[in-house]
């Protein structure tokens, strides 16, 4: 059932619109004894899951008993990160995902299926799994919160996917990367639906019926430098998604007329310290990106590949150097081939040679680091003295001297893509 919809290209939200709305929901579906809210983490921080979640906790009180960030993969979240994110609710809710040990398997969703979805490109069986918190009884009330946005995996963030990665477990995590990676991350990105959903929702339907678990989504947008609410979609089943990810479609996907020939891509400290997650960069920008294009990231803090110590280790073996030798390096690396998800890391974040990536870190990484990955190294100081994010604006600048750039101050809130380049 869907329980609230609102949002237009046009129109904005106010954060006493957003309270309003879901205060009205809360309502509406009765008195709960015990709820858990799974809101995105601070990679998510643009998202209003953080201001969601305090307006749940002001409604609920103690009956909010439980808050689990969906981590995925991610490192967890700091006390500072809470406070900041989630201002005014107790560090004492929080709970750690562990997405290696602390899931159970619910089912799973057969290798036929996911043959015939994937066209034949994989046609292994991937296990339904959630973190055992979500399966305790005593919950009747589970509050999935989270963004939709483009997504390099999934085609359209969240939903499902905030349950099955978000709070999912190693072989739904990995193989579900593996699968939009195998099928083609540009064939994805944009589109609602595709191999990865497919799956989400077949394990959706079939394995989580009887929890208790509503959907509230958020469509955000940045209009005149700062973050605005254009959606927020509230449902148990699909069509909350759907509308949402219409909406995010006409507002977070920038089709450009020509191709980009120098990207400039800033990566906020605060938010992005790992090529696991700066990639974004990379993955929300090839679609817009010519033959031969520069892509230059200002990384300030990036200081780690892979936020998961062993992702980390596999990065650095393997680096970023195209679908064919990740492909080999899968059959040649029992330790690769068992982390599927990073083998797709691998492939989201390479170029397969069409293009430059280089990256200007904060002094994190060396480098001798960043090179021996794929990637080139630029020193930091003289690319923000020639791009200086405080100066340029989002889109096509043309710099002293008469050299155009298109600047992205942060690629986890869109997608771009060359119209000719991206196919309906």
């Not at 500072?80 to 159970?104: A, L, S």
């Not at 999912?168 to 609602?192: C, N, Q, V, W």
Request: net charge negative; proline share 5%; glycine share 12%.
């Amino acid at each position: 059932m869907l329980f609230y919809a609102r949002g237009s290209e046009n129109e904005v939200l106010t954060q006493d619109d957003v309270r309003e709305a879901l205060c009205g929901v809360f309502t509406s579906l009765g008195a709960k004894h015990r709820v858990l809210a799974i809101p995105p983490d601070f990679t998510r921080l643009n998202s209003l899951g953080g201001e969601i979640t305090a307006i749940a906790n002001d409604y609920f009180g103690d009956t909010l008993t439980d808050i689990m960030p969906a981590l995925g993969t991610h490192s967890p979240m700091t006390p500072e990160q809470m406070d900041t994110m989630f201002p005014g609710v107790p560090h004492g809710k929080f709970r750690v995902h562990d997405w290696r040990g602390g899931v159970e398997d619910v089912g799973e969703v057969p290798s036929d299926y996911i043959r015939e979805i994937s066209e034949g490109k994989v046609g292994y069986s991937i296990k339904a799994q959630i973190n055992r918190l979500l399966l305790d009884p005593g919950f009747d009330l589970i509050l999935s919160i989270g963004q939709v946005v483009p997504h390099e995996v999934v085609g359209m963030a969240n939903h499902a996917k905030n349950i099955f990665v978000g709070v999912g477990g190693t072989d739904f995590i990995g193989k579900s990367h593996f699968l939009g990676a195998s099928y083609g991350m540009e064939r994805l990105m944009g589109h609602p639906g595709g191999p990865v959903r497919d799956a989400l929702e077949y394990a959706r339907t079939h394995f989580l019926g009887n929890l208790p678990i509503v959907y509230i989504l958020t469509v955000r947008a940045s209009e005149n430098g700062r973050m605005v609410t254009k959606g927020l979609f509230v449902g148990d089943d699909y069509e909350c998604f759907r509308q949402a990810a219409a909406l995010s479609q006409k507002v977070n996907f920038v089709q450009l007329d020509r191709e980009i020939n120098k990207c400039v891509v800033w990566l906020d400290p605060a938010e992005f310290k790992s090529t696991w997650l700066g990639n974004k960069a990379v993955y929300r920008t090839r679609m817009a990106l010519a033959d031969n294009a520069e892509l230059l990231i200002l990384a300030p803090g990036l200081k780690e590949f892979g936020e998961d110590a062993t992702i980390d280790k596999l990065v650095r073996r393997h680096g970023y150097r195209g679908t064919p030798n990740t492909l080999a390096a899968v059959e040649s690396d029992p330790g690769l081939k068992a982390n599927l998800g990073a083998a797709a890391h691998l492939i989201h974040g390479s170029s397969e040679g069409r293009f430059s990536i280089t990256y200007a870190p904060g002094g994190g990484l060396t480098q001798e680091e960043i090179e021996s990955v794929g990637f080139r190294y630029a020193h930091l100081e003289p690319m923000l003295e020639r791009y200086n994010p405080d100066k340029l604006h989002d889109g096509w600048n043309t710099l002293e001297g008469g050299e155009e750039i298109y600047f992205i101050s942060n690629p986890a809130l869109g997608l771009w893509a060359y119209k000719e380049r991206f196919k309906e």
